[in-house]
T-cell receptor, first 114, second 114 residues
């Protein structure tokens, strides 16, 4: 079974530029998550999709971050414009359902904003 | 609001000795509790979960965890540590009222010395 795929693995941009991350979840997983993990901290949920609908985006900085999951499969996360404090690892995860289901994580995208 | 505390940033044990990685949580209602492990240069991997039933749950690689409702704890344990267990461990909680939103602790680095 293929795991969660993410690209790119690394990205370096200057502040005020834009960047996009892509995620392909495990086949059949209805729930998709985007997390931000700052060095030394645990993952922080940015947005959670159930199929192509948003379940929770309460911690997504909506003035600069956006995410979509068209057709309920792949997802993209965009930052525009980037700030220095956005430097982090962005993790995508998927799960079969919500609540009791464990999450399967991709390798992450390490973003450096200079 | 739900939260997770991992009071120890670092745990050091000798190979062959038992290990414990501590986790306490705060959530409304009955919790769903998870442990994940992150090996160097690899993504987060699911270890085990508590949903309901027996307070002692067993997971991958010989790990187990004990749910203690009165102490709001979910400590990770292993009877005999291996050098290969050295990694970063995250505890996570979900509350039934949060539609599956997970809150992660900041992680505990486990180092097992030969």
């Amino acid at each position: 079974e293929a795991g969660v795929a993410q690209s790119p693995r690394y990205k370096i941009i200057e502040k005020r530029q834009s960047v996009a991350f892509w995620c392909n979840p495990i086949s059949g997983h209805a729930t998709l998550y985007w997390y931000q993990q700052i060095l030394g901290q645990g993952p922080k949920l940015l947005i959670q999709f159930q199929n192509n609908g948003v379940v929770d985006d309460s911690q997504l900085p909506k003035d600069r971050f956006s995410a979509e999951r068209l057709k309920g499969v792949d997802s993209t996360l965009k930052i525009q414009p980037a700030k220095l404090e956005d430097s982090a690892v962005y993790l995508c995860a998927s799960s079969y359902g919500q609540g009791t289901s464990e999450q399967y994580f991709g390798p992450g995208t390490r973003l450096t904003v200079t | 609001a739900q939260s997770v505390a991992q009071p120890e940033d670092q745990v050091n044990v000798a190979e062959g000795n038992p290990l414990t990685v501590k986790c306490t949580y705060s959530v409304s209602g009955n919790p769903y509790l998870f442990w994940y492990v992150q090996y160097p240069n690899r993504g987060l991997q699911f270890l085990l979960k508590y949903i309901t039933g027996d307070n002692l749950v067993k997971g991958s690689y010989g790990f187990e965890a004990e749910f203690n409702k009165s102490q709001t704890s979910f400590h990770l344990k292993k009877p005999s540590a291996l050098v290969s267990d050295s990694a970063l461990y995250f505890c996570a909680v979900r509350g039934p009222a949060n539609a599956g939103k997970s809150t992660f602790g900041d992680g505990t680095t486990l180092t097992v010395k030969p």
